[in-house]
């Protein structure tokens, strides 16, 4: 793709003109700036552009065990946007100076919620433990119970953290489309299979359209 062509586009899409970001995907996948990977999960997460570009149908399966087929990567920021709706997470950030960090780490990922700011390396730091306990309990004995949790240790302290392996990740998607099955779901979140595919959606589109492997 030439750059004349690219800004080109990228003035037609800033002026809102609907064909232009079909195209300028397209341009983007052609010229490999955006990974074909990237461009299949933007279909399989809604992006009516990225379905016009790779001709993808809505999935007759299963929509959230699906996303494992894209890799560890996904699997593991999708339920870090499902761990981030947890009732644990929207109470600490209810909190003033309340701050919610998450990261992919290799074969983990975790998610802390710090309610002060004075914590935010207390819970960053459990948070960190926690999935690396899960991955090294995933490795020795395979994959359990999905999500590792811990909320508050002192008292009046509302810090939410969580660790998930990249082994487990893929179990907990699979069970997405009952939240009742996973008991820490049922006793944390208020969530429905909707609200789910809603959330990882808006949470991975901007990630998947960024292009960078």
Not at 65 to 93: H, I, K, M, N, W
Not at 147 to 173: K, R
Not at 182 to 208: E, F, K, Q, S, Y
Request: proline share 7%.
């Amino acid at each position: 793709m030439s750059d004349a062509r690219r800004r080109r586009l990228e003035r037609e899409v800033a002026r809102g003109d609907p064909p232009a970001r079909a195209a300028l995907l397209g341009e983007r996948a052609r010229a490999g700036d955006l990974p074909a990977e990237r461009l299949l999960l933007a279909a399989h997460l809604g992006d009516p552009d990225a379905r016009e570009v790779v001709g993808a149908q809505p999935p007759c399966g299963d929509w959230f065990s699906a996303l494992g087929d894209f890799g560890a990567e996904v699997a593991l920021r999708a339920v870090l946007v499902v761990v981030q709706e947890a009732r644990p997470f929207r109470r600490a950030l209810e909190h003033p100076g309340a701050r919610s960090e998450a990261a992919v780490e290799g074969d983990h990922a975790w998610a802390a919620a710090a309610c002060r700011p004075d914590h935010r390396a207390a819970a960053v730091e459990r948070a960190r433990g926690l999935a690396r306990q899960q991955q090294v309990f995933a490795e020795r004995f395979g994959p359990g119970s999905g999500v590792s949790w811990h909320v508050g240790w002192t008292p009046g302290c509302a810090c939410a953290c969580a660790g998930v392996s990249a082994v487990d990740a893929p179990g907990v998607l699979a069970r997405l489309s009952d939240p009742r099955s996973l008991p820490w779901l049922a006793d944390a979140v208020d969530l429905t299979p909707a609200r789910a595919r809603a959330a990882i959606a808006a949470g991975l589109l901007g990630w998947a359209l960024a292009g960078s492997r």
